[in-house]
């Protein structure tokens, strides 16, 4: 494996100097760009664009021929780990991911096995390699997952939660089955991004959505121990190449430096921190990615060159160890253009601080 012609995200993931900051969006094929819209109505469905490999190659790619990112991700969902469990995913109009049989029952929570990403999750494993052969070395190709506790609270929930009653009450009730969830799980996603680091992902990022819903000691039991698992359990090499990892808690600034003692390259952070501060308090340990609230960008363009401007001013001077990304998932409304302003000035202004 040789690295992508623009190999920036991952030299600022591993702290090697850049000659810009890099930057790509989470959620960067969705909704907000009509030509995905257009892809999706063809799919017929959420679920059967995932499971297609030519058509998520086709939504991977189409930001990325738009604006000049620095890294393409996988198409996926993250509850793809669950429903390839049995748990029945679905999509219900106007009301997000539904399971049909949730982990409601001790029996179920007992039996309970990882897959095989190789025969459930095969149509993923096909995706990252079309992904990898149609981005023909350009730049890099992020592989994903969810966390254990985020993908638990969906399987216990049975889909999307604003308290989160069901599965904290089996925390605090039933810890014994919730650990028994969550280990399950964490070695599924083990096994699920070290399948997409052979299929031809470049770098791998654990998705904790929710890990900040927890108390600051459920947390490091819940939460923060199995995405430490799932670290070390990660290839870090493939061809001869380092295969970095991002570990991404939304709400967990308060937690970062335990964040960046889990082994991975680089800590994600949502927009509720400052990154200069965040940088001060994890040192050179890791790389840090973000962190630009996902709202600025329905401001006037003008609004949106200042914002990301004083992101990296405050990351500070240097010229390694930040990516450049939003707090969280862009928007569905979010005007495209605007999103054009965003990179070029990322672009741009990060090239000025360098000389």
């Known amino acids: 494996m040789t690295r992508p012609r623009n190999d920036n995200f991952l030299r600022a993931l591993l702290k090697e100097p850049t000659d810009h900051t890099p930057v790509w969006l989470m959620r960067q094929a969705g909704r907000y760009l009509p030509e995905y819209c257009e892809t999706r109505k063809r799919a017929g469905s959420f679920l059967n664009l995932c499971k297609n490999p030519a058509l998520a190659c086709e939504v991977t790619l189409q930001p990325l021929a738009r604006y000049d990112l620095d890294a393409a991700i996988l198409f996926s969902d993250i509850l793809t780990v669950p429903d390839a469990m049995g748990l029945g995913l679905y999509f219900a109009e106007g009301e997000g991911p539904k399971f049909e049989r949730p982990l409601t029952e001790e029996w179920a929570i007992r039996d309970l096995t990882a897959p095989d990403p190789f025969d459930h999750l095969r149509y993923v494993m096909d995706g990252v390699s079309e992904i990898r052969r149609a981005l023909a070395g350009s730049v890099p190709l992020i592989g994903f997952s969810g966390s254990p506790w985020t993908l638990a609270c969906y399987m216990v929930e049975g889909g999307s939660s604003d308290d989160y009653r069901k599965v904290k009450t089996m925390l605090y009730d039933r810890p014994d089955l919730m650990h028994r969830i969550l280990s399950v799980t964490a070695d599924a996603v083990v096994a699920y991004l070290n399948a997409q680091i052979d299929s031809g992902a470049q770098a791998v990022m654990i998705f904790d959505s929710w890990g900040g819903a927890l108390s600051a000691a459920a947390y490091r039991e819940f939460s923060l121990a199995y995405m430490q698992k799932i670290v070390a359990g990660l290839k870090k090499e493939k ?117």
């Not at 006037?300 to 990301?308: F, L």
Request: proline letters at 4%; one cysteine or more.
């Open 239 to 355: 061809d001869g190449e380092r295969v970095p990892s991002i570990v991404f808690t939304k709400g967990g600034g308060l937690w970062i430096e335990a964040i960046a003692d889990t082994g991975c390259d680089a800590v994600g952070l949502d927009w509720t921190i400052d990154i200069g501060e965040a940088r001060r308090r994890v040192g050179d340990r890791v790389a840090l990615q973000g962190n630009l609230d996902p709202n600025v960008l329905f401001a006037s363009p003008e609004k949106v060159a200042a914002e990301a401007k004083k992101v990296l001013d405050s990351y500070g001077s240097g010229d390694t160890g930040h990516v450049f990304n939003l707090g969280h998932g862009i928007s569905q409304f979010t005007p495209p253009e605007h999103v054009t302003t965003l990179v070029d000035t990322v672009h741009a202004y990060s090239r000025e601080l360098r000389r």
